[in-house]
């Protein structure tokens, strides 16, 4: 068993949270979610004892600290890579990257200015 640990906020008010845990997920890796309520007074507190920069999630692997959703895909596949978290086609691999943090990219070509 490796030593991932999974900090998060609540998946149903924080959607980096709720990208981190899914990820985690479809890495099929085995990993300690420790959650951290928003709707209390420590929860500053709560997030700084595994997180110094005070944001959630935060995958904790080892001496490692990895404190932003998409980094922690990026990390995890390459960690992971036969769990497929990117497509294999570096067209599509570029696409879902360009989308995982929420822009509005339309990959079509019939919406390209002509």
């Not at 997030?47 to 920069?53: A, Q, T, V």
């Amino acid at each position: 068993m490796n030593g991932y640990k999974l900090i998060v906020g609540s998946k149903n008010y924080s959607s980096w949270s709720l990208r981190g845990w899914l990820s985690m997920r479809q890495s099929g890796a085995t990993f300690e979610e420790i959650f951290i309520p928003f709707h209390t007074e420590e929860r500053g507190e709560l997030i700084r004892k595994h997180s110094p920069s005070g944001l959630v999630p935060v995958l904790l692997d080892g001496d490692l600290l990895i404190n932003d959703s998409l980094a922690i895909a990026e990390y995890l596949a390459e960690q992971h890579p036969t769990a497929g978290l990117w497509p294999d086609d570096p067209t599509a691999r570029a696409v879902a990257r360009a989308a995982a943090p929420g822009t509005s990219l339309i990959p079509s070509a019939a919406c390209r200015p002509t």
